[in-house]
């Protein structure tokens, strides 16, 4: 089974910039996504971005449309997630997660989840 470490996070002020990485233990081919997801404390897991391995194609939660693109480097198993002009609301632990194309922006739809790491937006 493929496992995914995450690394980037870490602590940053208030418009400031972070750029998350998702790191495939094996290759993915064809039709995979790679979704990213972030939970405060208190809160549901939460949708934040997606893309899909073969094509490129990307969709974004309108909380970080404009703010926060998805990329990925097939070469490298790796996907990335470049956050810009972040905000104290964006402070989560974030999560990579894989599934198949009928994985969209629920959790319940990925199969496989990193371990998460710390972001942290002072204001």
């Known amino acids: 089974q493929v496992q995914l470490v995450e690394s980037g996070g870490g602590l940053v002020q208030a418009g400031g910039s972070l750029r998350l990485s998702c790191a495939a233990s094996?290759?993915?081919?064809?039709?995979?996504?790679t979704g990213w997801f972030r939970q405060a404390p208190g809160k549901e897991r939460e949708f934040v971005a997606r893309?899909?391995?073969?094509?490129?194609?990307?969709y974004y939660a309108d909380s970080v449309k404009g703010r926060f693109t998805i990329s990925r480097d097939n070469a490298k198993n790796t996907v990335f997630l470049q956050m810009n002009r972040l905000k104290p609301e964006d402070t989560a632990v974030y999560y990579c997660?894989?599934?198949?194309?009928?994985?969209?922006?629920?959790?319940?739809?990925?199969?496989?989840w990193g371990q998460g790491t710390q972001v942290t937006v002072s204001s």
């Open positions: 094996a290759r993915t081919f064809g039709a995979y996504v």
């Open positions: 893309i899909v391995w073969s094509s490129g194609i990307t």
């Open positions: 997660a894989m599934g198949t194309l009928a994985a969209w922006t629920t959790p319940e739809g990925y199969d496989v």
